[in-house]
T-cell receptor, first 115, second 115 residues
């Protein structure tokens, strides 16, 4: 079974530029998450999708971050304009079910450096 | 603010010893708890989850949950150098609003197993 695919693997941009990340979840997984992991910290949820609808985006900085999941499969996360503090690894995760025993499977992440 | 606290370490144990990783959580409404292992530069990988008080064993790993004390732990028996990684504890709330069951991660404990 193929895992969660993410691209690019690394991205270096200057502040105020824009950047986009792509994620393709495990086939059949209805739930998709974007997490931000700053060095030395645990992942922090940015947005959760159930199929192509947003379930939770309460921690997404909506003035600069946006995400979409068209057709309920792959997803893109965009930052515009980027700030220095956006330097982090952006992890995409997917799961096949919700509820207390839901298990998340993570992609390899995109490491973003904002200079 | 729902929080999950972990000692950042590093925790050093000799090969063959038992490694004990601890985690506390602030929200009594948390229903299930997860341990993820994250190798340097890699994405988190699920090791175990637990939702009932007591112990749950899987191979060399044992998860322990004490809801009264709001305490979760992970024991690794017969520690191997390949177990050297950061271990993330995560707690899932019963309900965090907007139809989601948000997973909150701790900052992780770095484990080093010395040959």
């Amino acid at each position: 079974e193929a895992g969660v695919a993410q691209s690019p693997r690394y991205k270096i941009i200057e502040k105020r530029q824009s950047v986009a990340f792509w994620c393709n979840p495990i086939s059949g997984h209805a739930t998709l998450y974007w997490y931000q992991q700053i060095l030395g910290q645990g992942p922090k949820l940015l947005i959760q999708f159930q199929n192509n609808g947003v379930v939770d985006d309460s921690q997404l900085p909506k003035d600069r971050f946006s995400a979409e999941r068209l057709k309920g499969v792959d997803s893109t996360l965009k930052i515009q304009p980027a700030k220095l503090e956006d330097s982090a690894v952006y992890l995409c995760a997917s799961s096949s079910a919700t509820g207390r025993n839901e298990k998340l499977f993570f992609g390899s992440g995109t490491q973003l450096s904002v200079l | 603010q729902k929080e999950v606290e972990q000692n950042s370490g590093p925790l050093s144990v000799p090969e063959g010893a038992i490694a004990s990783l601890n985690c506390t959580y602030s929200d009594r409404g948390s229903q299930s708890f997860f341990w993820y292992r994250q190798y340097s530069g890699k994405s988190p990988e699920l090791i175990m989850f637990i939702y009932s008080n007591g112990d749950k064993e899987d191979g060399r790993f044992t998860a322990q949950l004490n809801k009264a004390s709001q305490y979760v732990s992970l024991l690794i028996r017969d520690s191997q150098p390949s177990d050297s990684a950061t271990y993330l504890c995560a707690a899932r709330l019963a309900y965090s609003g907007a139809g989601s069951y948000q997973l909150t991660f701790g900052k992780g404990t770095k484990l080093s197993v010395i040959p």
